[in-house]
């Protein structure tokens, strides 16, 4: 299984037009060799590189979704909502840009996406850590695509 953006390439810079020092809109994706066997998709951005000052964990979690069709293969900023969109960390169920303090060191984003063998029964009050313990023995493949950003 694949995932794969149309605005950079793994390892590579995420666009300021996805961050919030741009537009803030959501990266497009694209996924491909999906199992055939799976009943549904789910995605987590995820920044680990927060400094422990900020955040005693040092994780973000900027988009976390699920249940979306496992016949969906791509997701853009034009896309209307596919699936059930759970909480970040700042506690919105929407996309939230890069946005590492000005002046830190540059941060990973990685964005992983599951095939699952079923649909989820979750709220979308629930977020990853929830995410996580319902794919649990239920994850097909998975599939990761870092992007970096770092502002000035």
Do not use: K
Request: charged letters at 25%.
């Amino acid at each position: 299984m694949r995932i794969e953006s149309t605005a950079f390439r793994d390892g590579g810079t995420i666009p300021v037009e996805h961050t919030v020092d741009g537009s803030d809109s959501q990266v497009p994706l694209e996924f491909s060799d999906v199992p055939d066997a799976a009943v549904s998709l789910a995605l987590v951005v995820h920044d680990p590189d927060v400094p422990r000052d900020r955040r005693a964990d040092g994780n973000f979690d900027h988009w976390v979704v699920w249940n979306i069709p496992a016949a969906h293969r791509r997701l853009t900023e034009h896309d209307g909502p596919v699936g059930v969109v759970g909480r970040t960390t700042r506690g919105t169920n929407t996309w939230i840009g890069p946005a590492p303090p000005p002046g830190d060191r540059e941060h990973r984003y990685f964005f992983t996406l599951y095939a699952l063998d079923t649909l989820l029964d979750l709220s979308d009050s629930c977020g990853r850590p929830e995410l996580e313990n319902a794919i649990a023995g239920h994850v097909l493949e998975q599939a990761v695509l870092m992007g970096r950003f770092q502002r000035a």
